[in-house]
């Protein structure tokens, strides 16, 4: 199913003149605040975030799964819900591949069909935390970790692969995400651990085209429970540098302890121009993969303020690949998508509202009262309007949830579908 250009405009129809008063009334006010609204608009419009392609299917636990129907079974159904996503919200401009789960069939088909939909390919996932049907070796005691050369060797392949196969499609980024630990002390040597995923990323690294980025992801826990080889920023900064200057560490914000300071982490990496990649979701325990804002929106507010700040003065970092990474299986994964695309934009407009000249001069008064008067103004104003002016100027929907519903999409995707679909992923 496509959403037409026409049942945009008329669904935008009727809520027009309300998006036209509440819009003119915020954008005076911004406007004598000093801000420039058409480029905080034309940036909101700019911004565009990956969809996993293993998001499109509602997740399940280990407990069990519940389907939502009418889910993608194809790698062409995934890249056409990732365009009725882009059409609605104008934000969903890339797809995130996942390796093997995605592998095309017809290259050049799949590429124009992204295209059409005007989505690009963005980082490739790789897989070795699951075993592969007729593969040599398990992944059962790791993989780029493992003491086991052969399998080190086998999950190494499996990484070149995933990047031949991105290139084909236009990627210029490999996502690195290991599941490798111990779930008991003892079981592994943190050194020798550690040591062979360097030596395995560097033989990755150089099969690495030349404009592409590696990027390194890291994780506290699970399924390790004990340790996980790339436990933190510094691990997975360690492994980055040992590598070189294409590769990166990513941030998922699910993956921290407890209270960490994330908007710490990701303004450091980016004045050593070490952040590659962002992976978006919220939790209140652990790598909840919650919707995006649903628990912590102003800790999300504070990370897109030094991400705002790295990106006006950090010309060492690259442009971040971004990417969703969440899912739940009580929700419409689609409508669940909506949501935290909407929760992106909005802290990210926020963050633009933040005036840096006077955050900077108070800072250097050491008056903290007022440093803080600037970050939650900024925080407490309703830029929803901004956000409705940026779709529409792009020819996205108003609401893209009201629309989402009022076009029936999910019960179109039942009908062309049917029912027992199984989504592949996790
Ligand atoms: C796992 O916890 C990580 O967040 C990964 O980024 C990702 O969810 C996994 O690779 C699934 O493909
Ligand atoms: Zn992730
Ligand atoms: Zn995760
Ligand atoms: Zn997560």
Not at 80 to 89: A, E, K, N, R, Y
């Amino acid at each position: 199913m496509k959403i037409q250009k026409e049942q945009i405009s008329d669904y935008n129809k009727k809520g027009l003149e309300n998006h036209n008063d509440n819009f003119d009334f915020l954008s005076n006010k911004l406007s004598g605040n000093g801000h420039n609204v058409s480029d905080i608009v034309s940036k909101l419009a700019e911004f565009q975030v990956a969809i996993p392609s293993w998001a499109l299917g509602a997740g399940g636990t280990r407990f069990g799964r519940f389907s939502f129907y009418g889910e993608p079974s194809t790698l062409e159904q995934k890249i056409d819900d990732v365009g009725i996503l882009h059409s609605l919200t104008q934000t969903a401009g890339a797809v995130s591949l996942h390796i093997p789960w995605d592998i095309p069939t017809d290259y050049a088909a799949i590429k124009e069909q992204a295209d059409a939909l005007n989505i690009k390919f963005d980082a490739v996932n790789s897989n070795t935390f699951q075993d592969q049907k007729d593969a040599a070796e398990t992944y059962k005691y790791g993989s780029l970790s493992n003491v086991s050369k052969a399998v080190r060797e086998q999950a190494i392949q499996h990484n070149l692969d995933v990047i031949k196969i991105g290139d084909k499609l236009g990627s210029k980024a490999l996502t690195v995400w290991l599941a490798d630990g111990s779930s008991f002390p003892g079981q592994n040597n943190f050194q020798t651990a550690f040591q062979n995923t360097q030596d395995s990323l560097i033989d990755i690294y150089k099969g690495l085209p030349d404009d592409w980025k590696m990027l390194v992801e890291y994780k506290p826990y699970e399924p390790n429970f004990y340790s996980t080889v790339i436990q933190d920023w510094g691990a997975s900064l360690m492994l980055a540098n040992g590598c070189g200057d294409k590769a990166y560490t990513l941030v998922d914000l699910g993956h921290h302890l407890p209270n960490s300071n994330i908007e710490q982490i990701v303004s450091i990496l980016q004045l050593k121009g070490k952040l590659g990649g962002f992976h978006f979701n919220d939790s209140k325990y652990g790598d909840d993969d919650l919707t995006v804002g649903s628990i912590k929106p102003y800790a999300l507010f504070l990370i897109f303020n030094e991400l705002v700040y790295g990106m006006e003065n950090n010309p060492q970092n690259p442009d971040l690949a971004w990417m969703i990474d969440a899912s739940h299986n009580i929700k419409d994964p689609l409508e669940d998508l909506i949501q935290s695309l909407e929760a992106i934009q909005e802290a990210y407009a926020k963050a633009l509202l933040i005036d840096q000249k006077a955050l900077k001069a108070a800072q250097l008064d050491n008056d903290v009262v007022k440093c803080q008067e600037i970050l939650q103004g900024a925080y407490r104003t309703d830029v929803r309007p901004l956000l409705e002016k940026a779709r529409l100027n792009k020819g996205g929907v108003l609401s893209p949830i009201n629309a989402y519903r009022s076009l029936d999409v999910r019960a179109s995707l039942i009908k062309e579908r049917g029912k027992n679909t199984v989504a592949t992923g996790l």
